[in-house]
């Protein structure tokens, strides 16, 4: 009995001596070393990505193919339907195989198990099941399709949250790591150099706003949604610094890059040729990641320029911003479907790590369910995207997110991610408090036990009085007291 176990023990511990190799290893060993968790998540992005491609072949490419199927004989919008349809028939398919996952994978916390086996394996199972469920919404009917494309409307705002949350929590956590730092009067000038950037970012691109998107008085809508930018920014740092908050310069300056970010997206995803929006007609804009490019292109600018080749041909600008607005996508997606624990308080995961102990090298190295229930909504996040947040609108070829239904959910989630993160400040500052009053009476209570200990260790140590004597021949000690 006691050697069948010791053998357990010793399988187990081989196994997780091989899973923390794996872990601590280069990329390409994560896949060579066969089905693990950690190979595991790539193999889903790139089937998310996949499905990103489908769904936008679908859209600008897949209207005569679509023509020719029954079920789309019902459509009546013309080609913009057949593509919007398009669009929501790969979501539905790719939202219903990450939902299976998500069902079959939750509550998985342990390596090893039979849900971890699962998630990291069964390829063949797999790859059976991901097109047999791409090809099934394209059998059922429009109306199903149409109710689909309402219900992506409320998951993909639950991905925008999920996200938003994500980003959050690593300002949070970036910020209290400077703060953890032995060296703290070091951190505090970095921490100092790179608030002052981010504000001076925030500042001159809120001024390009003023200069692009709202070149007259008349342009009230872009001036109200610029000058509240302004405001919330302002806002969150008066809540940062106020003194039972205490947050410090460096959140609210990295959440105002963030809000800066986002309102230049809406604006930027108005339709073309509105009269305020005199940057986008200029360059027809496709979408909002053309700065992104436009930015990375810098870096090829000598080598263009000594090859006397153009810089940026018109056709070939829309396709890269695509092309990264995809992949861009996806990256996001993936990286907070493993960021399962910027949903874990600080308190559960210090009592968790406290109960578990050494046990926790068993742990799933992060939510399964999580990461496939962030890849679902994501399906229904990359449709909205791919057909403008409206099901009934039309979308030119090689665009993404246009629309004024979509300036509006990006103002929304503006607004949204200050609220979160003046909660989570003030929800913090409360803990903070709580936890500096508990740590206040813990200290008392160790002074306590060791005036108490001292005491008695005073009175009971031996010592050279005249009454500490032997006693017997069986040396028996009598000590004084």
Known sequence: METGTSVSNNSGSSRNESYEAIKNGSWFNQFRN??????????????????????????????????????????????????????LRVSLGCFLFYFVMFL??????????SRDKWHSGWWSAKLIMWPALTIIPFLLPSTIIQLYGEIAHFGAGVFLLIQLISVISFITWLNEWYQS??????????????????????????????????????CLLNIFFITWTLFLIQLMTSIALHPKVNAGYLTPALMGLYVVF???????????GESCNRKAAASNRTDWLTIIVNSLNLLTLPFFCFTQKPYA???????????????????ATFSTGIDSQCFQSKKDANSQGEEEGEEQEDDVPYGYGFFHFVFATGAM?????????NTHHPMKKWTIDVGWTSTWVRIVNEWLAVCV???????????????????????????ILGETTKTLWDRTKPTNSPTTRMKGKHGLISWGW
């Open 34 to 87: 066969g089905c693990n968790p950690w190979m595991a998540r790539y193999v889903y992005g790139l089937i998310f990505l996949i499905a990103n491609l489908l769904a936008w072949a679908a859209r600008d490419y897949g209207r005569r193919a679509l023509k020719e199927v029954t079920k789309f004989k019902n459509c009546k919008g013309g080609e913009n339907c057949l593509g919007t349809e398009g669009v």
């Open 181 to 218: 730092q032995k060296d703290a009067e070091r951190c505090h000038v970095y921490v100092m150099l790179v608030a002052t950037t981010s504000y001076t970012v925030c500042i001159v691109g809120v001024i390009l706003m003023y200069i692009w998107y709202a070149p007259d008085s008349t």
């Open 381 to 389: 996040y990359f449709a909205m995207l791919l057909i403008g947040w």
């Open 104 to 113: 079959s994978t939750l509550g998985a916390s342990k390596t090893h198990s």
């Open 421 to 447: 993160y003046s909660n989570l400040d003030v929800g913090g500052s409360n803990r903070t408090e709580e936890q500096k009053t508990k740590d206040k009476w813990d200290m008392r209570e160790r002074e």
């Open 262 to 272: 986002i309102c230049w997206c809406a604006i930027r995803s108005e339709p073309v």
């Open 313 to 331: 041909d018109y056709r070939n600008n829309i396709v890269q911003s695509f092309v990264v607005a995809l992949l861009a996508m996806v990256i």
